[in-house]
């Protein structure tokens, strides 16, 4: 049996890129472990992954066998009616191929094709050492990590993504003699910069993870992350509170820190009277602090900051962490009371001069089509409309304030706590904040009725005045986001059960789109006045239509997330229902009719019933004359048909589609019964015409909840 051996390389550099860091470590231990299997090197990887720290990746792999397993060869020589002459001796072609083999040609073997019997040559060789491939490994695993922009040091040909200053190769006990980007390989690693600035001694590759730790570099990320999250939790506790743990932030200070330490930090109270989301943006964006809340989740006046290192003086480190956030606290209340005095509704008043989009007009105009859009979508939904307009009519105010020039990020929120401040209703000035929702993906929609017909809204005009003005998006440029727009008002709608006609509140948001935008849709030369308005007419709704499209495009995908399969989409998309809380509802419907066993078979008879009646020639009656049928399983079709509409009526006219499809899937057995004994395609006109017409009642109600032809196979 081979033997294998652990595996250690180590890559020991400057600082790397933060938030590259994970994606090179993962690519170089990817990269190593399919190197090694491309050359039938065996792994045993038990629970082995990427390991990394701000100066170093590494891979550790548990078992790797010491060489490869024999390596069999086979070449495929002439045929023997051209190896071989009349006498059977060999031909120049044959001579040629033992040569270049390296064999007499009667030491070749034979086997047989399509063709005939031909020549071959097999071989068998061991297999190489493992520590002759490792260079070969070590250069492809470093060729193939993502680095775009590579750092080049001193006069060397060669990059990185930051300069390579040591490098650890261990196989078994044995160093392994490798060289990468300059640097031969030994055993020695490097402690913590400050802690431990000295070589590590590195006997065999199980002792690496030790020798790292008791040199104060804790390599793997997993117990790294861990001593943070508990670091981080015990200061906040004993400072009265419970930590804000973003998954983004954490993964950031991960990258950051070897030895990581908490230290407890506070601000002054004054601070909390701004927004906390700007506070909390700037502990954790700019600053990589972790926020304290209290049981209410509102923000103390306390954070801790991560140092790598343990101080002696840990209050320098304190001193140091909150003097560089007070700053920052400072512009931050500033801007709030400034925008405060000036009020939120005044700020409007400069939208007016804020270009939107040069064929779309200004903010302003943009705020007052949203406006118009929300008072009419929100009593269809049963929300108060002059809420909704009132909200929309202030949603961009908070674009020319003080608080979202410095952080952009916050427009909507701050707009809330100015509305708040203004005494708005409550539900006008959540609905600012929640128009924005959902903000990126897996983020959930807005939560209020004012705040769900607002984003509505918002979206519907975002979409019409993209494809009005030309910007739609083509590959990965979206310039207004119009993709994240898209599924944004489809789930809205979706999630919050809303039955609207999407096409009307499509056609609607175009209407109200700028003439400057719908010119260029219908202005193909000089125009009549007779000519404007039918061709304004077609453009607007060729702009809809695709809005429209767009939108399905964007469903699409957020079905197939949801594990709905592509047949199922079809077979409702063809329908194009107007309501997209509709659409979702046929979408479950067709998913409990797939599951029935007579849904296969009435799938295809429907895509057969189909293909019939494209063929058919003249026009069809829209009903069967039960004096023309006479076949009795036509006869039964008839009256199970004519049964299914009764049952079927309340189910549909209601909305509830698996009820429908159920009574539908009981007419497999009349339905198979017809096709195996009645011809349709009769020379009889009449008789033919009346059973085209019998199937096109029976396909007309098949099809009443999606085209069920797409599930067939």
């Not at 700020?347 to 007052?368: E, H, P």
């Not at 004012?450 to 984003?455: D, E, I, P, Q």
Request: hydrophobic share 45%.
């Amino acid at each position: 049996m081979n033997k294998m051996n652990p595996l250690l390389i180590e890559l020991g550099t400057e600082e790397l890129p933060v938030k590259a860091l994970p994606g090179l470590a993962q690519a170089f231990f990817d990269g190593v472990v399919a190197a090694l299997d491309k050359r039938g090197v065996a792994i045993e990887p038990g629970d082995a992954k990427p390991l990394y720290s701000p100066r170093r990746i590494a891979v550790l792999l548990p078992g790797v066998a010491t060489e490869q397993p024999e390596q069999k060869s086979e070449v495929l020589g002439p045929y023997l009616n051209i190896a071989l002459d009349a006498e059977g001796k060999p031909t120049k072609a044959l001579e040629g191929f033992a040569a270049k083999a390296g064999v007499d040609w009667t030491q070749l073997e034979k086997t047989s094709d399509a063709k005939g019997e031909r020549f071959v040559h097999r071989a068998v060789k061991p297999g190489a050492q493992t520590g002759e491939l490792l260079q070969a490994v070590l250069d492809e695993a470093l060729a193939g990590m993502p680095i775009p922009k590579p750092m080049r040091w001193g006069d060397h040909p060669y990059g990185f993504a930051r300069p390579l200053h040591w490098l650890v190769a261990l196989f078994g006990d044995d160093v392994v003699g490798l060289e990468a980007l300059g640097i031969r390989a030994g055993r020695n690693s490097r402690g913590h910069r400050f802690m431990h600035d000295k070589p590590v001694w590195v006997q065999r590759p199980g002792d690496y993870l030790d020798a790292l730790r008791a040199a104060h570099v804790l390599v793997d990320p997993d117990a790294r992350r861990a001593r943070i999250v508990a670091e981080v939790e015990g200061a906040a506790k004993a400072a009265g509170g419970s930590a804000r743990i973003d998954e983004d932030n954490l993964q950031q200070v991960n990258c950051l820190n070897e030895w990581p330490v908490a230290v407890a930090c506070s601000f002054e109270r004054e601070f909390l009277g701004v927004p906390q989301e700007a506070l909390v943006t700037t502990m954790e964006t700019n600053q990589k602090f972790f926020p304290v809340l209290d049981d209410g989740g509102r923000l103390t006046e306390h954070f801790i900051g991560i140092a790598n290192i343990e101080s002696k003086d840990e209050s320098e480190i304190r001193k140091g962490y909150e003097r560089v956030i007070r700053p920052r606290f400072a512009d931050a209340k500033f801007f709030f009371d400034e925008d405060l005095k000036q009020g939120l509704e005044a700020m409007g008043a400069g939208l007016a001069t804020v270009t939107y989009q040069a064929k779309l007009g200004s903010v302003a105009d943009k705020a007052q089509r949203v406006a118009a859009l929300a008072e009419a979508i929100a009593p269809q939904v049963g929300v108060d409309a002059a809420l909704a307009k009132r909200a929309a009519l202030l949603a961009k105010n908070d674009l020319q304030s003080r608080m979202v020039n410095e952080f952009p990020e916050l427009q909507g929120i701050a707009g809330r706590y100015y509305a708040q401040r203004a005494n708005e209703p409550a539900e006008v000035a959540l609905a600012i904040d929640e128009a924005y929702q959902p903000r990126f993906a897996g983020d959930d929609i807005a939560l209020s009725g004012v705040g769900k017909v607002l984003a509505i809204a918002e979206r519907l005009d975002t979409l019409a005045g993209g494809f009005a003005a030309g910007l739609k998006p083509t590959g990965n440029k979206d310039p207004f986001a119009l993709r994240r727009n898209a599924l944004g008002l489809a789930r809205t709608i979706i999630e919050s059960g809303y039955d609207l006609d999407l096409t009307i509140s499509i056609s609607e948001a175009v209407s109200a789109q700028s003439e400057n935008a719908l010119r260029d849709h219908y202005e193909t030369g000089p125009l009549t006045i007779d000519q404007v308005e039918p061709r304004k007419a077609r453009a607007r709704a060729k702009i809809a239509d695709d809005i429209r499209d767009f939108i399905l495009d964007r469903l699409r995908g957020y079905y197939a997330d949801k594990g709905v399969p592509g047949s199922h989409f079809n077979a409702v998309a063809e329908l194009k229902p107007k309501s997209l809380y509709d659409f979702d509802r046929r979408i479950d419907a067709i998913g409990t009719f797939a599951q029935l066993p007579e849904a296969a078979a009435l799938a295809a008879a429907n895509k057969r019933i189909g293909n019939i009646l494209k063929k058919a020639e003249g026009e069809i009656p829209n009903i069967e004359d039960h004096a023309l049928l006479s076949e009795p399983a036509e006869l039964a079709l008839a009256e199970a048909v004519e049964a299914v509409y009764g049952e079927t009526g309340h189910a549909l006219a209601h909305g509830d589609y698996v009820d429908a499809l159920a009574h539908l899937a009981r007419l497999r057995p009349q339905v198979d019964a017809f096709f195996d004994n009645v011809m349709v395609n009769v020379d009889d006109a009449a008789i033919r015409n009346n059973r085209l017409a019998l199937l096109k009642r029976l396909a007309e109600r098949l099809g009443s909840v999606a085209a069920i032809e797409h599930l067939s196979a």
